[in-house]
């Protein structure tokens, strides 16, 4: 089973930045991209960015697109996800998941424990 553990939540002003990393292991040949997905405080759950670890193709959806940037370190296992501009509206918790493709994302097995970014002044 492939194991996700996030880390670099925090609190951040408004308008500031956060780089928050996915540190996976045990990804089998099936793990193909890995997502973001965030769940606010009472919302549901919204994917807000993936990335394909064979050529670092990249998807956002219009909600994020131009802030929010994932990249992918295939030596350190690592993939990231940097949040620019950040408004309260931010604030969620912050999940990474790994799938066969972005569309399947929601349907994952594979979660790690989430990290809490909250933006506040």
């Known amino acids: 089973q492939v194991h996700l553990v996030e880390s670099g939540g925090g609190l951040v002003r408004p308008g500031g930045s956060l780089r928050l990393s996915c540190e996976i292991s045990?990804?089998?040949?099936?793990?193909?991209?890995i997502g973001w997905v965030r769940q606010a405080p009472g919302g549901g759950r919204e994917g807000v960015a993936c990335?394909?670890?064979?050529?670092?193709?990249?998807y956002y959806p219009p909600s994020v697109k131009g802030r929010f940037t994932t990249s992918t370190d295939n030596v350190k296992n690592t993939v990231y996800l940097d949040l620019n501009s950040l408004e309260p509206e931010t604030t969620a918790v912050y999940f990474c998941?790994?799938?066969?493709?972005?569309?399947?994302?929601?349907?994952?097995?594979?979660w790690g424990q989430g990290t809490q970014v909250t933006i506040s002044s």
């Open positions: 045990g990804a089998t040949s099936d793990t193909r991209v």
């Open positions: 998941a790994a799938e066969y493709s972005c569309g399947n994302l929601y349907k994952s097995d594979d």
């Open positions: 990335i394909q670890i064979s050529d670092g193709s990249t």
